[in-house]
C-alpha cells in the first residue's frame, strides 16, 4: 500500500497561508474505476496507463481478483489485466466488499455477459442524496436479466441472454449510462440509449470500448446506439486526467490567496469551471502541460452558480468552489441540481465563520426536481468571511477536500478528522499539500 489507509487519521492544520507551487492529478477516479470494469468483458489482456493511488482502484482490483482477474502493477500507475480466467467469485468474500464503493453494480452487464449470472453486495459511496440504483436495475431488465433481491446483496441472470434494447433514462445518470454502456456492448443486437449522459470519463470509457472492439456511435440530442458484437479484445489506454481533482487544488488557490500549477489539467473538460473561475475573479493561464490558478489580489466576485449534468458545470466542484465563495464580496447564490443533499457539509463552515443559508427552493434561475420538495439543495453565501480554525471530521470525498481547504484558507489552528476518507479520490494528497507549502501534521 503505497499511501496511508486509515480512515481515523486526523490532520492538524494551521492555515491563513496562500497555498503555492505546482502539483500533478493523473488519471481521473470516475474514468479509471469504469475501465478497470470494462477489462470483465475483454477475451486478451488490458493496459491502462495514468491510475492514480486511490482508494478506490484498490476496492475495484480487491473485487476484480475476487472474478479471477489477474492484475500486476507497473511503475507509474501503470495496470495490466489479464481476464482470460474470470469466473464467479464466493458471496462471502465479495459480501467483505460491501459498503465500499458505487462501482460494484456496474458488473452486472461484464458478468453476465461472461458467467451467465452476477452476484452484487451492498453498495457504498458518497451519502450525498439517496443515491438509488432504480435506473440500473430497470435498464437491465430491459436487456433481460432477472433481478433476485436478497438481504445480502443482489443475484442476477439472464436465461436468454442479454438482447440489445431501446432505453430512455428519466435523468442522464452517469451510472446507468455507463451500466447500458458496459452491458450492450456484448449484447444480441442494437441498443439504442436517448437522454443518455456524455460526461467525458464516458466519453473516454466509449473510447476504451471502441479500442476493445465496441460499436458506438454518440449523437449530438444524447443518443448513444450501441451494434452488440460477439466478442471483445483487450485495450491499451491512457486514462484522461481528473478534472474534479484539478478544480479542487484551483479551488484551493482562490480561497488561500495562493497560486497553484496543475499538471495535467486540461481546458475543454473544465471549460465550465474555468468559466465561473474567472467570473468570480480567479486568474488562470493554460499550456500544453497543464493549468496555474491563481487569486490576483483584491476582492473577488459574488456569483450565481449552478450545478448540472455535463455540458453544465459538474456537482463534484461545487463543494470546493463554495469555500472559495465565502471569500467573495456581497451574495452569492448556488444550485445544487444533481444531488438533492450535497449541501449538508456547509453547516461546519458556517461553525468557521462562513455565512451560508440554505434553502429547499430553487434559487439559480432553473427550476431542477428537488424543488417544492423537501431537499435544502440552494445556498445563499455572504461574503467575505474570514474562517477561523475548527474541529471539524470529514462527512464526504468532495466535502472532505473542501473542508481541508477551508481548514487551510482560516485564520488558526484546525483539526480536521477521518481524512481517510479523501484518499478515495485524491492521490497523495498529503504530498501536495507539503508541495505547496502547506503548514500541517498528522496524527492517528
Ligand atoms: N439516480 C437515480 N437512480 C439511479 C441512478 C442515479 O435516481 O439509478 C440519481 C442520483 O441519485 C443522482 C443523479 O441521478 O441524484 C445522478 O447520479 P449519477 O448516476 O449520474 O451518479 P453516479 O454514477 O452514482 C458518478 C460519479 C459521482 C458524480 C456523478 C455525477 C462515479 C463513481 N461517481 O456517480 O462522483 O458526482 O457521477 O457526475 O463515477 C465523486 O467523485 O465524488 C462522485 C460522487
Same mark, same amino acid.
Given at each position: 500500500m503505497l499511501y496511508p489507509m486509515s480512515a481515523a487519521q486526523s490532520l492538524t492544520i494551521n492555515g491563513g497561508a496562500p497555498l503555492r507551487g505546482s502539483i500533478e492529478v493523473r488519471g481521473a477516479k470516475n474514468l479509471v474505476s469504469k475501465a478497470m470494469v470494462a477489462?470483465?468483458?475483454?477475451e486478451e489482456p488490458c493496459r491502462l496507463r495514468g491510475?492514480?493511488? !486511490?482508494s478506490d482502484v484498490e476496492i475495484v482490483s480487491g473485487l476484480l481478483r475476487l472474478h479471477g482477474v489477474e492484475i500486476t502493477s507497473e511503475a507509474d500507475g501503470e495496470l495490466r489485466f489479464d481476464p482470460t480466467q474470470v469466473e464467479q467469485a464466493h458471496v462471502a468474500d465479495i459480501d467483505a466488499h460491501a #459498503?465500499?464503493?458505487?462501482?460494484? &453494480?456496474? @458488473?452486472c452487464g461484464p458478468l453476465l455477459h461472461r458467467l451467465g449470472e452476477a452476484f452484487i453486495p451492498d453498495l457504498g459511496g458518497?451519502? !450525498?442524496?439517496?443515491?438509488?440504483i432504480d435506473y440500473h436495475l430497470k435498464v437491465l431488465r430491459e436487456f433481460g436479466a432477472v433481478v433476485d433481491k436478497r438481504p445480502e446483496g443482489l443475484r442476477l441472470t439472464a436465461p436468454g441472454g442479454l438482447v440489445g434494447t431501446k432505453v430512455t433514462l428519466d435523468y442522464p445518470s452517469v451510472g446507468a449510462t455507463e451500466q447500458v454502456l458496459l452491458t450492450a456492448v456484448r449484447a444480441r443486437g442494437t441498443t439504442e440509449l436517448k437522454n443518455a449522459a456524455v460526461e467525458p470519463e464516458i466519453m473516454d470509457l466509449i473510447a476504451i470500448l471502441q479500442k476493445m472492439g465496441a460499436i458506438i456511435s454518440v449523437a449530438t440530442d444524447r443518443v448513444i446506439t450501441i451494434e452488440g458484437v460477439a466478442r471483445l479484445g483487450g485495450f491499451d489506454h491512457l486514462s484522461i486526467p481528473d478534472r474534479i481533482e484539478a478544480g479542487s487544488w484551483a479551488a484551493a488557490a482562490l480561497a488561500t490567496k495562493g497560486d497553484i500549477y496543475v499538471k495535467g489539467a486540461q481546458q475543454l473538460p473544465m471549460a465550465q469551471f474555468l468559466n465561473v473561475f474567472r467570473k468570480v475573479g480567479g486568474r488562470f493561464e493554460i499550456d500544453d502541460d497543464g493549468i496555474r490558478f491563481w487569486h490576483p489580489g483584491g476582492e473577488l466576485n459574488s456569483i450565481v452558480m449552478e450545478t448540472n449534468v455535463?455540458? #453544465?458545470?459538474?456537482?463534484?466542484w461545487q463543494q470546493p468552489l463554495v469555500v472559495a465563495l465565502t471569500q467573495t464580496s456581497g451574495l452569492s447564490i448556488v444550485h445544487e441540481?444533481?444531488? =438533492? *443533499?450535497?449541501?449538508? @457539509?456547509?453547516k461546519a463552515l458556517g461553525e468557521m465563520g462562513a455565512h451560508i443559508q440554505l434553502y429547499?427552493?430553487?434559487? #439559480?434561475?432553473s427550476p431542477c426536481?428537488?424543488?417544492?420538495? *423537501? @431537499? =435544502?439543495?440552494s445556498a445563499g453565501i455572504w461574503g467575505p468571511s474570514p474562517l477561523k480554525g475548527a474541529k471539524i471530521t470529514v462527512p464526504d470525498l468532495r466535502g472532505g477536500f473542501s473542508y481541508l481547504i477551508a481548514a487551510l484558507a482560516a485564520e488558526g489552528t484546525s483539526e480536521v478528522d477521518n &481524512? #481517510?476518507? !479523501?484518499?478515495r479520490g485524491y492521490e497523495r494528497f498529503s504530498d501536495k499539500l507539503d508541495a505547496l507549502g502547506a503548514d500541517y501534521s498528522v496524527t492517528g
Open positions: 477489462t470483465l468483458l475483454a491510475v492514480p493511488e !486511490i #459498503g465500499s464503493s458505487r462501482v460494484p &453494480v456496474l @458488473f458518497c451519502k !450525498i442524496g439517496e443515491r438509488p455535463h455540458p #453544465g458545470l459538474m456537482t463534484d441540481t444533481v444531488y =438533492e *443533499n450535497r449541501l449538508g @457539509f456547509t429547499r427552493e430553487c434559487l #439559480g434561475g426536481r428537488f424543488g417544492a420538495r *423537501n @431537499f =435544502e439543495h &481524512v #481517510g476518507l !479523501i484518499y
